[in-house]
């Protein structure tokens, strides 16, 4: 009988069960991946302004994980004056505001970049749009924000504020 055989088996098992492959290692918990725009979850709610214009309300909401959504309009009497749509999206790192104005732009959405954010204000950019060139949300505190829109109109400075007073979740 040939023993090198059963030799070779024997080594070969014993191969298999001593393997020093490392161990499978606990994987680190993965960062939140819309953490970004998780960090700004203060702005979802709905907002209202009265003012001599009329009475003004954005109301924000959770669309999914990496987008947020709003409705904002102003109705002065009865009427509707001013409409428009926004979205927070977080792409990757990024976040941006995207708006679409009734009446303005061709109705098509405009970008606006984040700047600068953190848990108390929020500023978009867009330097190539005619006005607002910029928006600035700012967290006043668990009920109130100021929402500003400021840019060049005709050569002139403007700038259009909002305070804000939340009226649910």
């Known amino acids: ?75 002065s009497r009865k009427d509707t004056i001013f409409y428009e749509q926004a979205k927070l999206e977080q792409r990757n790192q990024e976040i941006q505001l995207v708006v679409k104005t009734k009446g303005q732009n061709d109705n098509e959405a405009v970008s606006f970049k984040l700047r600068s954010g953190n848990a108390e204000a929020l500023v978009f950019g867009n330097p190539q749009h005619d006005f607002p060139t910029q928006i600035t949300y700012t967290k006043i505190g668990s009920d109130s924000l100021y929402a500003e829109i400021s840019g060049l109109a005709k050569g002139q400075e403007r700038k259009v504020g909002f305070p804000f007073k939340k009226i649910a979740q």
Not at 19 to 31: G, I, L
Not at 53 to 68: L, P, Q, V
């Open 1 to 75: 009988m040939n023993l090198k055989l059963p030799l070779m088996i024997s080594v070969v098992a014993c191969v298999l069960s001593c393997n020093n492959a490392p161990k499978e290692k606990a994987m680190p918990a993965q960062a939140d991946p819309y953490e970004k725009l998780d960090s700004i979850s203060w702005l979802l709610g709905a907002w209202t302004d009265s003012s001599k214009m009329g009475k003004a309300t954005e109301t924000w909401h959770r669309e999914n994980d990496s987008t947020y959504f709003a409705e904002s309009f102003i109705v």
